[in-house]
């Protein structure tokens, strides 16, 4: 991405009494925002597992859990209970103490910043709040290669906020008729939201779940693209699918991410063609190396 598109302005993230046009700094690492429409298509699922995948490659990886109000990625590694972005926006933490370490492969590393499960008041949209939280960001970002967020369903202030400020978004659907309609209702909000902001917005690049293979995949995003392309002048691409597995289950169950329980099942492989593909998306180079 040039210096102009990652130096956007997000009306979304600006302060009370401020000026609602304010330049938003870069973050210091690649931001990639996850997202799906409603809940129930494996959105978090895929953000866990890609971000594991990318700590195997040798990145070291940000998690977040941007479902500020019913978070569950800690929930899924079974650590809820632990710190969380809520003692942070309390004034509880400081920001570097709310990450949770999921352990290290090589010289890759990732670490979780898990939102609240159950707050009813973070679920609330709040300007200041989303700029508060995009700050101390700011702050731990540069000692990562790649931020990841796992934002919240649906298409609120809070996931049309930080879609817009990431390098790139992956919107996540099912072969499900609502699961496509969701995903084409988050192109077209965020698309009004680009124009209203006046800012660019890169098109979702899309990521299939619980597919048959390839061709499924591949049929999906054409038919959805025919719509976009008419009604929207938007041409999403694929970007990477991930079949219906057995061991994507099982995972589930164990609380455990399935390209480490079983990184040999074609669930594992096609996030791993993901990773490569993201990688390349927001450009990063040769994972750095353990001195």
């Known amino acids: 991405m040039n210096e102009q598109a990652r130096n956007i302005v997000v009306p979304g993230l600006t302060l009370p009494g401020e000026e609602r046009s304010r330049e938003l ?11 799906g429409g409603k809940g129930g ?21 940000l998690l977040v859990d941007l479902d500020l109000g019913l978070g569950n990625l800690a929930v899924m590694l079974k650590q809820g209970g632990g710190p969380s972005l809520e003692d942070f926006l309390d004034g509880k933490r400081p920001i570097e103490d709310c990450r949770t370490s999921l352990g ?49 369903a649906g298409i609120g202030p809070d996931v049309l ?7 790139s978004v992956l919107a996540v659907a099912t072969p499900e008729p609502a699961s496509v309609t969701d995903v084409y209702g988050i192109l077209k909000a965020l698309s009004a939201w680009s124009e ?25 995003v054409a038919r959805l693209a025919t719509v976009t392309r008419r009604f929207l002048s938007r041409n999403p691409r694929l970007v990477g699918w991930v079949p219906e597995s057995r061991s994507v289950r099982e995972a589930v169950l164990a609380q455990r991410a399935f390209v480490q329980t079983a990184p040999r099942a074609l669930a594992a492989q096609c996030v791993g063609r993901l990773a490569a593909r993201v990688e390349a998306l927001v450009g990063l180079g040769e994972p750095r190396l353990e001195a």
Not at 161 to 167: I, P
């Open 196 to 220: 209203t902001a006046g800012v660019e917005v890169q098109t979702p690049g899309l990521v299939l779940n619980r597919v048959s293979g390839p061709a499924e995949a591949t049929s999906l």
């Open 104 to 152: 290290a492969e090589g010289a890759g590393a990732v670490d979780l910043l898990a939102g609240a499960a159950g707050s009813g008041d973070l679920a609330r949209p709040d300007r200041a709040r989303r700029a508060r939280l995009f700050d101390g960001l700011r702050r731990l970002a540069p000692s990562y290669d790649l931020v990841l967020a796992d934002g919240a």
């Open 161 to 167: 906020a930080f879609a817009g400020a990431a390098d």
């Open 41 to 61: 298509v494996g959105k978090s699922s895929l953000a866990l597992n890609l971000a594991c995948e990318l700590g195997k490659r040798g990145r070291r990886v």
């Open 25 to 35: 700094p870069r973050l210091g690492a690649p931001l990639v925002y996850v997202t």
